[in-house]
Each structure stands twice: as C-alpha cells, then as structure tokens.
C-alpha cells in the first residue's frame, strides 16, 4: 500500500540520511506524496513503483549519493517534476554537498 511504502521510506531515511540530508528528503517525500494522492490509477502505478525502485536503491547504497537519472527518466517527467527535481538538487547542493555545479539558475 501507499501508505506502508511512505512510511518505509521515512524510516529508511532516518536510518541512511544525515540529519540536513533526512529533512530535505523526508519533505520532498511528503509533498510528493500528498501531490499524488487523487491521481489515475495508471499514475499512481507508476508513481508507486518509482518510489518502490527508490526505496530499494536507497537500501543497497553503503552511502547515500544520488545518481544521475537517465535520458529516459527525464523525458518521462513533465515540466513541474523537472522543476521540483532542479529546486531539489539546488538545495542539496547549497547543503553543501558539492561534486559538480547545479542546475543553472
């Protein structure tokens, strides 16, 4: 269910993230899932199973560092995701967490 996924990925947050890292991603996780919460069953398919893919991501890494996200997985955002993803990233990085320049501004 919805419900169990979100709660697992909070507490797999609190297991992996750094405490600044956990409440950068503990909010994004919430707004994404109240964003999501009277969607199209095919939507929330697909909502459910990137966040499962996520979660199961996040379990095997030994430390958390993001990836970067396909060709494909962009094209299959819409604008707002993209935008939400830039602001996500600008944040991480003002964090402090610099390995290569953000996204331009």
């Known amino acids: 269910s919805a419900l169990r996924l979100y709660r697992s990925i909070l507490l ?3 297991r992996k993230l750094p405490t600044d890292l956990r409440a950068l991603g503990d909010s994004y996780v ?12 095919a939507q929330a ?3 459910l199973q990137c966040w499962t893919q996520y979660l199961a991501t ?4 030994p ?32 964090l402090g967490e610099k390995e290569e320049d953000p996204l331009p501004k």
């Open 12 to 14: 797999t947050h609190k």
């Open 30 to 41: 919430r707004d994404e899932f109240r964003a999501h919460r009277n969607v199209n069953p």
């Open 45 to 47: 398919l697909e909502f």
């Open 58 to 61: 996040l379990k095997q890494q």
């Open 63 to 94: 430390s958390v560092r993001g990836t970067h996200l396909h060709d494909e997985q962009l094209a299959s955002m819409n604008g707002d995701q993209v935008n939400r993803l830039a602001d996500l990233q600008r944040t991480a990085y003002d």
